[in-house]
């Protein structure tokens, strides 16, 4: 069963448009949440985080909403640009009830095209 | 090192072939986590370390897989008896305090048992 859910594999926007990833979550334990960008061959990078005291998190062109009672959160990109293609991943953590894995989704693949 | 460094990059073993991958986190990263990485899939969790302690080997799939972080710095997953199912990406991530939040990751070991 899977706590976290990505449910696009793959989204493809114009340059210079926005961005909207999606992910949802179905444990309510979970009061961390963070978005990872992966490129090919390397590993995931940090990208912005949110937690669950607050709905909105901004830095530079990526901010992410939280929507507790709807248990979804979402990436915002704007402007995107052709660098932002990779497979975006939504990662939860329930840090209170003492576990500190992260429990990842299975990705989305961002393509911006020029 | 500036980040986290794991090896070999690739490690193709045959089907019963022991198989140890190695990870040295950022200097000073008290967390040390890895991760399964499945073709199509998201990372899964499979074990964390606080300094030298094993907090959580919850995702460790079967007895054949351990992990140790024996000076905690450096550690090391092994897996025994490999079998073709444990074809995958292993991740190492690792973060400065207690927890899961802001883990950086290495760039993985792709193994693929034949």
């Known amino acids: 069963d899977q706590q976290v859910k990505q449910n696009s594999p793959s989204l493809s926007v114009q340059e210079g448009r926005i961005s909207i990833l999606n992910c949802d979550y179905t444990?309510?334990?979970?009061?961390?949440f963070l978005w990872y960008k992966k490129y090919p061959a390397e590993g995931p990078t940090f990208l912005i985080s949110i937690s669950s005291i607050k709905d909105k998190n901004e830095d530079g062109r990526f901010t992410v909403f939280l929507n507790k009672s709807a248990k979804h959160l979402s990436l915002h990109i704007v402007p995107s640009q052709p660098g932002d293609s990779a497979v975006y991943f939504c990662a939860a953590s329930a840090a209170e009830g003492g576990s500190e894995k992260l429990v990842f989704g299975k990705g989305t693949k961002l393509t911006v095209n020029p | 090192g500036a980040g986290v460094s794991q090896s070999p990059r690739y490690k193709v073993a045959k089907r019963g072939q022991d198989v140890a991958l190695r990870c040295d986190p950022i200097s000073g990263h008290v967390s040390l986590f890895w991760y399964q990485q499945a073709l199509g899939q998201g990372p899964e969790f499979l074990t964390y370390f606080q300094n030298e302690a094993q907090l959580d080997k919850s995702g460790l799939p079967s007895d054949r897989f351990f992990a140790e972080r024996p000076e905690g710095s450096v550690s090391t997953l092994k897996i025994q008896r490999t079998q073709q199912e444990d074809s995958a990406v292993y991740l190492c991530?690792?973060?400065?305090?207690?927890?899961?939040?802001?883990?950086?990751f290495g760039q993985g070991t792709r193994l693929t048992v034949v």
């Open positions: 444990n309510s334990m979970f009061d961390y």
């Open positions: 991530a690792s973060s400065l305090a207690r927890g899961a939040v802001k883990a950086f």
